[in-house]
């Protein structure tokens, strides 16, 4: 089957397609239009037409609206206007957008970020994907570089995981759609997520302490405190966890940890100290059939709970970075990073993991006039290895049985890349970029050497991009990138055969272009996207406990459009000058399909959800109180396998929150989810032709029924 895959040719996209796209393209602009675009306004009219040149604005606006950062953790204004710089499809998050809600995962947070896709699995494991990135994959990380403060999350081999991502103790996330993740290095079809920290001087308080609970046997408890004298600052916070969950053997029981200082140890120099530990236990309820999971849907497979299937973390990050002002504009970056990681994996077997993650980065920007023209310029570079000494044993009753396996995984990746933005103007600016990596493969079986082997792969990406700032407040931009992603061990090992399979990096050209601004009362950030993919990695499940089998895709076509809009509808109300009303959305609209694929011909590639709508109604007057209204709805459910035989749910979930601030310093908030208490797919593996018969169809995953969560904050 693998081999019978792989050998499929492909050609052209038939017209058909092509008219079906462009027609739904411009259906979905026009009757769904944008919705999220919160921050752009402010930032586009900070930097004016003439871009960073109009320091004096900037500068006040810092001081005034935002905590200061430093040289090392930029405040939240700098790295938004920063941000805006960039020709093509980005998002920041802060997180005021989310502090006064229940927050449990990475998911909650991007959930108004268009083009994520962020399914809900069980406790804070998602399924995420930006642009269809990891479509195959429904456990893990696969396709987005995860970083935390800059240094990545996921391992050298491109995998990765969630847990050390604490919802409460985030200052923001930067959003890089596909090429544009070039400042981390990333060349990835789904680009980079930076969560950043934080630090004694952008922490939003002094201390602060917040008590949530809810549905589901739920308790969550953080606290935070934040310090800065002249030439120093602290930041020091933690998040206790226990949930139940909505399903049976479900529960979590987490603890966190995350502390930096930083020291100025002279007018041009600055050094940061992170630490972040993770005590995480986690169980595993399974996938059900379809009837089952919209029907028994609180149902765990009865498997997961005789051999107590979950998974529990330990891990310990330590992270350095020091900068250096160079001149007038220029800034040195440079540091590293460590991670120690044990994960106990009762699942069909019992894995047992001792990871060792750590690596180098070092990045200079500046801004220079050569030739009569402005070039902001950005040379960097990261070294990176991974180790992974992974043992397996039968699972009996959760516990360590019969040792079945001992393998080493060996990652490792050089990474270098130079940006060069040229204004040609004050509002027209070409990006030039170039991105490569050399990364290797080193897999060596303890228990017989003949598995032992070694692959390299290596890639050149460029990068073409034009930001115009039509106004003051507008920007048109347009980018052309290319990606390439080699596989990572759990695709090249595909147990139980502990032999590399013959497996092609995936590579893609992506070609985009959009508009983000303000208008008076309306912020909109959109763009159209077409990725060309060669060797795409698509996974077909080989039965709902076990994880799936991986090959190269031929030639595969992931298009479609990311919109978002911020409208304060109306102001005054009431007759109170800050009372109003705000509509703000995100609508994704992805087609993804194989193009005339011998067997699969132009059919839709499973799991992704064809349209997808984030929307809010919110009454508020900041600092008093606020009332919402939010909706998810895919109106069209997802394929579950390639032959297009069977579809998962559509489905509309409805949620309300509210928040009211009780006294200076004292804040309360409730959210309801799923207010209707919906019955519907979350999501799923994906199968080959769920129409044959004996194909394994326990593949589904339940969206949780109706939960009520409420919290306290103390800031003081």
Known sequence: MLRSMKSRRLNACAKARACQTASALVFGLLIHMPFTAQGWAASLE???????????????????????????????????????????????????????????????????????????????????????????????????????????????????????????????????????????????LGGAINVVSPTGRTAADAN?????????????????????????????????????????????????????????????????????????????????????????????????????????????????????????????????????????????VFIDDEVRDYG??????????????????????????STIDDDWFVNEGGRRGFHIQSTQQDASIIQGYATDQIYLTDTFAVD?????????????????????????????????????????????????????????????????????????????????VGTRGAMGPLAWDVTLYRAWIEGEFLRFAIDGN??????????????GLEAGLHLTAAEGLFGRDEARLIIEGAYTLSDFFFQDDEQFENNQLAVTVRHLLNAEVRLEEPDRFHIAMTLEWAPKAPWVDFANTLRATDYAVFGLKAGATIADGLEFYANVQNITNKRYISTFSNVIDASVDGTALNVFTPGDGIGVFAGIKASF
Do not use: C
């Not at 497979?301 to 900068?323: E, G």
């Open 432 to 512: 030039l970029g170039l991105q490569a990596f050399a990364t290797k493969r080193d897999f060596t079986d303890n228990f017989d050497p003949i598995n032992d082997d070694v692959v390299n792969y290596s890639a050149l990406n460029p990068k073409f991009g034009l930001l115009w700032d039509v106004a003051p407040r507008t920007q048109i931009w347009t980018n052309i990138t290319k990606s390439a992603e080699p596989p990572a061990f759990s695709e090249l090992v595909q147990r139980p055969i502990l032999q590399f399979v013959e497996l092609e990096k995936q590579t893609s050209w992506t070609a985009e």
């Open 360 to 385: 180098l980065f070092g990045r200079y920007t500046d801004s220079l006039s050569l030739a009569g023209l402005r070039h902001n310029i950005t040379l960097g570079m990261t070294a990176r290895r």
């Open 46 to 188: 900070e930097e004016g037409a003439d871009g960073p040149k109009n320091r004096s604005i900037v500068e006040e606006i810092i001081v005034t609206e935002d905590r200061k950062g430093s040289m090392t953790a930029p405040g939240l204004e700098e790295a938004r206007r920063r941000m805006t710089r960039i020709s093509g499809a980005v998002d920041l998050v802060a997180a005021e957008e989310f502090g006064q809600e229940y927050v449990e995962h990475l998911g909650d947070m991007l959930r108004m970020t268009p083009g994520v896709l962020a399914q809900e699995r069980y406790s804070e494991e998602i399924r995420l994907s930006i642009r269809g990135s990891g479509l195959g994959l429904n456990f893990h990380l696969r396709g987005v570089e995860l970083l935390l403060d800059g240094t990545p999350i996921n391992f050298s081999d491109g995998f990765g995981d969630f847990q050390e991502i604490d919802s409460r103790l985030v200052r923001y996330l930067e959003v890089y759609k596909g090429g544009n993740g070039f400042d981390f290095g990333a060349a990835s």
């Open 208 to 348: 602060s302490l917040m008590v949530e609970g809810g549905s589901f046997g739920t308790a969550k408890v953080t606290g935070m405190m934040a310090r800065a004298g002249d030439d120093w600052d602290f930041f020091a916070g933690a998040t206790g966890v226990h949930s139940d969950q909505f399903r049976d053997h479900s529960t979590q029981i987490t603890g966190r940890f995350t502390t930096n200082v930083g020291i100025k140890l002279s007018e041009q120099v600055e050094t940061r100290f992170y630490m972040i530990a993770n005590h995480i236990n986690q169980e595993i309820p399974g996938s059900l059939d379809f009837d089952t999971a919209l029907t028994d849907r609180k149902q765990a497979v009865q498997n997961n709970i005789d051999n107590d299937w979950a998974r529990n973390i330990r891990s310990l990050r330590l992270i350095n970075k020091t900068s250096v002002q160079m001149g007038a504009s220029g800034q040195l970056d440079f540091g590293a990073y460590g991670t120690i990681r044990d994960l106990d994996h009762p699942i069909f």
């Open 546 to 559: 076990i994880p799936a089998n991986s090959f190269n895709a031929d030639d595969t076509i992931h298009q």
